[in-house]
């Protein structure tokens, strides 16, 4: 059974920063694209970023230049790495295969605000 667990949100002021993890378990780790999306309530989901297998990234334009994409194979963990936080980052964070989607988790709320 595939369970994913998504942590290290928070309250952040403008500007801030916050690093997100991502540990899926269940699956075949180090050959999944995994993806990080964000969701405000009322609103599609939205793709933040993904991530390969041996570490190539691409980032949504609304973040580029400010989040960036990680992984560690060996803990099966994928990070957010979120700089110079915008009002408009505030959502709930969720990360999943690419390719594979499995189901969701609970996310971890992101709020930025001063």
């Known amino acids: 059974q595939v369970q994913v667990a998504e942590f290290g949100g928070g309250l952040v002021q403008p500007g801030g920063s916050l690093t997100l993890s991502c540990v899926p378990s269940?699956?075949?780790?180090?050959?999944?694209?995994m993806a990080w999306y964000r969701q405000v309530p009322g609103k599609e989901r939205e793709r933040v970023g993904f991530?390969?297998?041996?570490?190539?990234?691409s980032e949504a334009p609304s973040v580029k230049g400010r989040f960036s994409i990680s992984r560690d194979n060996v803990k099966n963990t994928v990070f957010l790495q979120m700089n110079n936080l915008k009002p408009e980052d505030t959502a709930v964070y969720y990360c999943?295969?690419?390719?594979?989607?499995?189901?969701w988790g609970q996310g971890t709320q992101v709020i930025v605000s001063s």
């Open positions: 999943n295969s690419l390719a594979q989607p499995f189901p």
């Open positions: 269940g699956i075949a780790f180090e050959n999944q694209v």
């Open positions: 991530i390969g297998p041996r570490g190539a990234t």
